[in-house]
């Protein structure tokens, strides 16, 4: 359907709003406003009915790509569907009509289901210590940065050097510079791996901590990871746990006892609050016994029967959020870790590489598969055997559109040319995956047979190929008639 714009379907005299009779003494608006904050001219709104106004929402709203309408296999995400009882659960009067100023007495409930949480993560992970405060996986690395730069401090040293491998994510480096750290990218091995040798050679008194995730970016099991943890141990590094592929191994192993020190898990990527469309998120931050005192404060603690928020960590690094944590995400969390419980996670898990391993088996013969044919939850295929007929992974992405089915992220990462990245989670039936796989293929038979036409694509979307580059550096941000 083509969809005007909300401007092109505006009528003067139209609204979608009918205001009672004020009832209250009339005064001009330059007796209640500042005159340095009034307009000159009316803001130019669009005039148009309710009933258009919701048809034109809902319209755009149906255009969307999402988890509930379609397969959505972007790796490294882990855009998984969700149960909707949990946003039911998030919703209860008790819990959205809280407010954090409350006393402690009077919020005994939340605080419980707070320490619980804390409690089932620890259980997880296999760390000591937990707090919810972070609000995004980023923010979790960053307050983990923190974490390391207090512990050092606190023993009267401050080395310099983050060891971050080669296939880390973008925002790890980023949390390593932010806290005043220098970034040491490691390369890893022809097999996708972490080398321990190259590790031990590039060690010194002189690194903070290395950052690392298990299963790795490219959806490998580290094998060597209790090697690699008492390598940097040797030299009182400690060992960051990037909690973005905690899927792919949730309920079977844990990163506490492969050798990490400080985890991040993201809440919206495993347990159950629905991830993209910027948020809300959660990034809670795991620590082991030793740093727990640097945690920011408050950290809810129980005595007896009573829950509380203890403020008294003198060597705590201080509070890096509002309040407590993004709450209804952590409700959600709380809800699914005990509607599953450990076997349940187990299971997810599973299912998560039963998926992954199914697809990659039905895709490795038409995309190289750089790193063999088994992985985790997730697995990155090649487009470069595309090139020859002047198709890459970016037109693949734009045809899959085409065919109904998200794109995977592509281009990441940078270790791998003409990248894609996918991760088909566990609550993706079979069928889901054949389908999949089928347009996956057929894609690539059209790439030798007619390329130009997958230049072309997405030839069914309302928008077609756009200038991706030209968007990023000339945004075009108000709209003009006839623009």
Not at 153 to 177: C, E, F, M, W, Y
Not at 418 to 430: K, L, N
Request: aromatic share 8%.
């Amino acid at each position: 359907m083509s969809e005007a714009l909300i401007f092109e379907q505006s009528h003067p005299g139209r609204t979608a709003v009918s205001l009672p009779e004020l009832d209250v003494p009339e005064k001009p608006l330059a007796e209640l406003v500042p005159e340095r904050f009034l307009r000159k001219q009316p803001p130019r709104l669009p005039e148009v009915s309710e009933i258009q106004l919701v048809r034109h929402f809902t319209r755009l709203s149906q255009r969307n790509f999402c988890v509930d309408t379609h397969f959505y296999p972007l790796g490294s995400c882990t855009m998984k569907y969700n149960p909707k009882v949990n946003e039911r659960v998030a919703s209860l009067d008790g819990f959205a009509h809280l407010h954090p100023y409350q006393p402690e007495e009077e919020a005994q409930g939340i605080l419980q289901l707070m320490y619980e949480t804390q409690e089932c993560l620890s259980e997880i992970s296999g760390m000591d210590r937990f707090t919810l405060q972070p609000a995004a996986g980023a923010h979790g690395e960053l307050l983990g940065m923190m974490l390391v730069k207090a512990y050092h401090q606190s023993k009267g040293r401050l080395p310099k050097r983050v060891i971050v491998p080669d296939t880390s994510h973008g925002t790890n480096p980023a949390s390593v510079a932010l806290t005043g750290f220098t970034v040491e990218v490691l390369s890893s091995r022809a097999d996708g791996m972490i080398d321990p040798d190259a590790l031990a050679g590039a060690m010194d008194d002189d690194v903070a901590a290395i950052m690392s995730t298990n299963p790795n970016t490219l959806g490998l099991f580290e094998k060597e990871i209790v090697r690699i943890a008492e390598i940097a141990h040797r030299h009182d590094a400690l060992m960051y746990y990037d909690g973005a592929n905690l899927n792919g191994l949730m309920g079977i192993c844990k990163p506490g006892e492969m050798g990490f020190d400080i985890v991040h898990v993201n809440l919206h990527k495993t347990f159950s609050t629905p991830h993209g469309g910027g948020g809300p998120g959660a990034g809670p931050v795991g620590v082991k016994e030793k740093l727990a005192p640097f945690l920011p404060v408050p950290l809810v603690e129980k005595e007896g029967d009573r829950y509380y928020l203890n403020y008294g960590l003198p060597q705590s690094v201080g509070k890096i959020r509002a309040f407590y944590g993004n709450i209804s995400v952590i409700i959600k969390a709380y809800a699914y870790i005990l509607a599953l419980g450990g076997k349940g996670l187990a299971r997810a898990t599973r299912g998560a590489l039963v998926n992954a391993n199914y697809l990659l088996s039905r895709l490795k013969d038409t995309f190289p598969a750089p790193y063999g044919d088994r992985c985790m939850h997730e697995f990155v295929l090649s487009a470069a055997n595309l090139k020859e007929h002047g198709v890459r992974a970016l037109d693949v992405a734009k045809a899959l559109i085409d065919t109904g089915f998200h794109p995977p992220t592509v281009y990441f990462p940078l270790t791998v040319p003409e990248a894609m990245m996918i991760e088909p989670t566990e609550t993706e039936t079979r069928e889901t995956l054949d389908a999949f796989s089928s347009a996956m293929i057929e894609i690539a038979e059209t790439a030798r047979a007619n390329p130009d036409m997958l230049h072309e694509s997405p030839r069914k979307a309302v928008v077609r190929r756009l200038d991706e580059v030209k968007a990023a550096r000339q945004p075009v941000l108000r709209w003009k008639q006839g623009v």
